[in-house]
C-alpha cells in the first residue's frame, strides 16, 4: 500500500496508536489474518496485550471502514483492509485464502430479483486446490 499507514488511520478518524499501526501493518503483510494469528504475532511488540483489547480495536476499525471480516466456512473469520469488491478463494489443502477481484453485481442483482430480498452483504467463497497445492498432488501420485 502506498498511502503511509499512521494517514490511513486518521483518513478513518481513528487515533494513531502502536497497536493500531501494528493491526494495519500486519494486514498488509498478509492479506487476510484471523484473530490467533494476529493475537500472536501482536505479543512478540505488545507482551502485555490482551485478546479483548485486539478485538476492541478490531471492531473499532471496523466500524470506521478501515477493514472488514471475511466470514468462511468451516474455518474462522480473517480480517482485511477494505478493497474493491472481491471474491475469496480457499485452498482446501493449505488452507490459503486469496482474492480474486470478479465483480458480483450480476449475482447480486439477479438474487435479488430472484429472492425479492434488497441485499445487504455478501460473503462468496469458492473452495479449491491451489495450483502449488495441484503441484504437489501431482508430485505426490
Ligand atoms: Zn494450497
Ligand atoms: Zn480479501
Known sequence: MMKGTA???KEHQ????PQRLKIVKMLEEHGHINIEEMYREMLKEFPSVSLATIYKNINQMI???LIQEVKLPQTKSVYELIKEPHLHMVCDRCHKVEDIVIGTEKIIEEAEKLSGY???ESFITLRGICPACQK??????
Do not use: D, M
Request: charged share 40%; proline share 0%.
Open 7 to 9: 494517514e490511513l488511520l
Open 14 to 17: 481513528l487515533k494513531v496508536t
Open 63 to 65: 466500524e470506521s471502514g
Open 118 to 120: 434488497k441485499i445487504k
Open 136 to 141: 504437489k498432488v501431482s508430485e505426490e501420485a
